[in-house]
Nanobody, 124 residues
Framework: QVQLVESGGGLVQAGGALRLSCAAAGRTFSGSTMGWFRQAPGKEREFVAAITWSSSRTSYSDSVKDRFTISRYNAKNTVYLQMNNLKPADTAVYYC?????????????????WGQGTQVTVSS
């Protein structure tokens, strides 16, 4: 059974920074892609960022490009999302996702496993 556990969410003022972490456990993840999605109240879940196994390729949504950075440390099966210059519009529940077959995908239906989510709230 694969488990993804996110941490690092919280309340921050606009312009501040947070770093989210997601630890995966339950099997080997060689070749996997990991991603971050978010869902704000009353809105659909949306893609934020993704990274391939080797970290050679990353993808970001236009709304977070140049502010957020995704990275991963395979020795610990962990993916990170460094979020800088946060805005109130970034307020959402952030979900970590894992795709076993690799590739760089931005649709939530392309991911196999999901974490429980961590709340990020940005005050103005």
């Amino acid at each position: 059974q694969v488990q993804l556990v996110e941490s690092g969410g919280g309340l921050v003022q606009a312009g501040g920074a947070l770093r989210l972490s997601c630890a995966a456990a339950g099997r080997t993840f060689s070749g996997s892609t990991m991603g971050w999605f978010r869902q704000a109240p009353g809105k659909e879940r949306e893609f934020v960022a993704a990274i391939t196994w080797s970290s050679s390729r990353t993808s970001y949504s236009d709304s977070v490009k140049d502010r957020f950075t995704i990275s991963r440390y395979n020795a610990k099966n962990t993916v990170y999302l460094q979020m800088n210059n946060l805005k109130p519009a970034d307020t959402a529940v952030y979900y970590c996702a894992l795709r076993l077959r690799g590739g760089l995908w931005t649709r939530d239906r392309d991911y196999d496993y999901w974490g429980q989510g961590t709340q990020v709230t940005v005050s103005s």
